[in-house]
């Protein structure tokens, strides 16, 4: 049995407009929406306030696309998650609250009576992360209510949020309760992008034109990156270790800069002061998903996460990728496109060092054990 | 001679402020200045639009105090630069120009008078970045007249810059003279950071008090990162393919986020249609300064370096660590810190798989042979 579960593919990045949501976002007039664009054959296109609009199609609210992609790269199982911007868009906290809860419903039913994978008798071809109605003006019992909620659906297996938490950031005090709640909870938190480089943009980006590669190039790696960094830097962690994240692609340049962040805290007592551990050890106790284009990112992110073992306060041997792989999760990202899928598969086959015991838990071992699949 | 020559130690990321220019930031009432505040027994800060000012002190003025340090590390050649914010202050061309050419005579002075390297007859313990007056509204004509200048001063081996440009970024068409010029010598570029986010950084740090953290360790990385990339995405690289460019900080995020970047350049014909290469052979190209504070970090510059042979638009053999080496060279940044000093040779030392010959070329070998010193 053990050996078999090894040997599935569980993709962890994987994203949908749920029907009731894209119908939300076709009715709408300003970005986010669905827009039919007639000349280019009633191709629907999402706009999201990029430059530009992404093609969209049923793969994003028809479950048997999902499954059809699924069975043509052998994935066994899909953790689905809402994409990019979620309900951050609405206005009103009722409204928001209440969709939470029916898109919740929404996702626990796509997912529970989605089949069973072959020879897996308790094991579902899909599960979801769920949706907190995270906006200005929220209530925090409407938050852990939300939470709550998600812990009684058992397919859902986390939630997936942005970078925006209530509308000051994930170091934003107001939202301490709701890391508490999740924290007793076994949900991962798939913290996922959108905003880029937000106020900044004009001035980074430049006058040339470029489309969308330097917003999502650069621009949505670094979101990441800060928003995880602020959220270690209130020592969060210190006060909640148990708390579950899964950081989207990769934690995007989070392990690039993970000690060069340390170098710096290490020469300011005032945030020094507020951590238990070094940098590089919180970031060691995340999870990441292989959306990072390469073998050599994909080896250095294990890397990273190895090494964390010697930045604890109490430090022991410091790993590698032979150790870190262990929090590394397949995912395929955003366009479901296959040249993306066969190109994450290969470069979890080309890490140097990786034996075939590593790259079965990359592809599907360590998410079948963190979400406790089939339990 | 040969493995006595690779057994040298050479900084390339070591900075100054010439006595001329420390005496400018005296003068001035706004940043960036030097102040002498009395409270801390008359110690000296550099306040340079940070949160906090840095202590400061005679090792950017003295030219003993840089061969002290550099005796203490057994540190043989230092090539000393301008320390950020350069000229970029300054808003009247003919000022900016003049003073351009006092500091980089200063600077050849400074080298040219410096002691030999023992048993190395024809080589100085000193070489000089020289500076260009990049400010808005220059002409381009002084830029260049700049440049030659620079060549005409032996001991200065290239030219240090901030990312503005002449107010625009380094992709502004106003520039092209700038790369011909430079392509056509041997001068190196060392592109540093200054500006972090910019008119950015209010919204990404947001509202929690973490000192310089946010905007040093990522802001900085993350606008070399977006300098550069924004320059490949010109297509400079192949009009100019003999620019030698040396990235500050091994690059910032670039090599972790070269691979994705190169994944949006390929979904977006308007920019791929305008670059003969993928992205990550330009990445390989580049010249990576060591200071990226561990072995993790380096070993996967050296492999991002090393791969780039495979995505030339005619590929080769993939390389990795083993080849990629040869583009890493120490520097000791800013601080000038003994720990700092001792931690990037410590990482060094620590790369897995690196043998002595790869580390004595990035102690010193490289430079050597990038900047021809002792030729």
New interface residues.
Partial sequence: MDIKVRKLLVDVHTHCYLPRYAALLRQRTLPPRIVSQNQEGHQLFMYNGQKSASPIGPQYWDRNEKLKFMNLHDIDVSIVSTANPWLDFLDKPSTASQLANELNEDLENYCATSPGVDGFDTMKRLYGFGLLPLIEGIGTEDLLQTVKHITGLPHLKGIIMGTRGVG??L??PALEPLWEALSNTKLVVFLHPHYG??????????????????S???GF??ET??AI??LI??GAFDRYPNLRILLA?SG??L???S???????SH?P??SSRLKHDMRYYVSKFYYDAV???P??M??VA??IG?GTAYSSTPGMRG?RLTGYKRILLGTGKEAKSA?VLETLQAINDV?RWEEEHKDAVRGGNAIELFGLGQ
């Fill in positions: 000051k950031g170091d934003d480089l937000g106020s900044g943009a004009k001035e980074a980006w430049g006058d040339q034109e470029n489309g969308n590669v330097l999502l190039g650069i790696p670094v990156t800060t960094t602020r830097l209130t692609h995007g340049a392990p690039q800069l000690s060069r962040i340390a170098s710096c805290i300011d005032l945030v990072n284009y390469g050599e990112e080896g250095f890397d990273v090494r590698d993306k140097q």
